[in-house]
């Protein structure tokens, strides 16, 4: 991988909480939800934005709640819509999708087409975080590292990644495909349908919310770890 010919794109599928007001009656009952990790990836969008500052970037982030819909999920799937907007009428889903979800997933997918077609190799950084405990496991990691395995590209960045971070902070657990795997029904998962692996290495950075809950300088310390050595990886 050359760092001459690479473009980078940065995307945030859950930067954000909030509900468009024409939708706000259907969420009555369902704020407690809006407020947690089902409604938004704390920390991600603040990351999204560092990494796309430091790399010179494009930044694509959503701040509309995934309990609308859910950016990340292809059309079809079961969590595509939640348990707030899933047995609304038809009429308000197609809506949804029309307004909130085509457009995004529209725009990512022509930055990466566009990127190709000039002759580029695009580097598509999805930024998500995940919750320190779940039903009642410890995710015992700082860093997860989502991939395709089938894909040579990939897995080849986010072992230099890996490597890179230990080289500066030894003690930073970072986990490849964990805590989820990376060819699970993803944004990513779709657009490696869309472009060919030479061209489109997708990678999902899943950061613990323990680092961010602490805030203050050890928060932006790890974005900027996070940012300076994804850079290194690559050059």
């Keep these: 991988m050359q760092a001459t ?9 859950h930067g954000g909480n909030r509900i468009p007001l024409r939708y706000r009656p259907m969420f009555e009952g369902y704020e407690h939800l809006l407020r947690s990790h089902r409604g938004y990836d704390s920390g991600a ?12 970037s494009p930044l694509f982030a959503a701040t509309t709640s995934r309990l609308l819909i859910d950016l990340n999920r292809s059309i ?8 707030a907007t899933r047995h609304t009428p038809a009429a308000i889903r197609h809506e949804i999708l029309k307004y909130y979800y085509l457009p995004y997933r529209t725009w990512v997918e022509a930055n990466i087409a566009d990127a190709i077609r000039s002759g580029l190799r695009v580097i598509h950084i999805s930024s998500h975080s995940f919750t320190p405990e ?4 410890v995710r015992n990691t700082d860093i997860g590292l989502l991939y395709d395995p089938s894909r040579h590209l990939e897995q080849e960045l986010c072992n230099r990644w ?3 971070l230990a080289a500066h902070v030894p003690d930073l657990r970072v986990r490849r495909n964990y805590p989820y ?4 029904n993803g944004f990513p998962t779709y657009l490696r349908r869309r472009f060919p692996a030479n061209a489109y290495v997708g990678i999902e950075l899943e950061v613990n919310q323990k680092h961010i ?5 050890r928060w932006h310390a790890l974005r900027s770890l996070l ?3 994804l850079n290194e990886a690559v050059a």
């Design 162 to 164: 890996r490597v890179c």
């Design 227 to 229: 940012a300076g050595t």
């Design 134 to 137: 779940l039903n009642g496991e």
């Design 181 to 184: 795997t990376g060819s699970v």
């Design 5 to 13: 010919n690479i473009h980078f794109l940065i995307s945030c599928e």
């Design 45 to 56: 969008l603040s990351m999204a934005k560092e990494l796309a500052m430091r790399l010179h």
């Design 76 to 83: 079809g799937h079961p969590r595509l819509y939640s348990e």
């Design 213 to 217: 809950l602490k805030g203050g300088w």
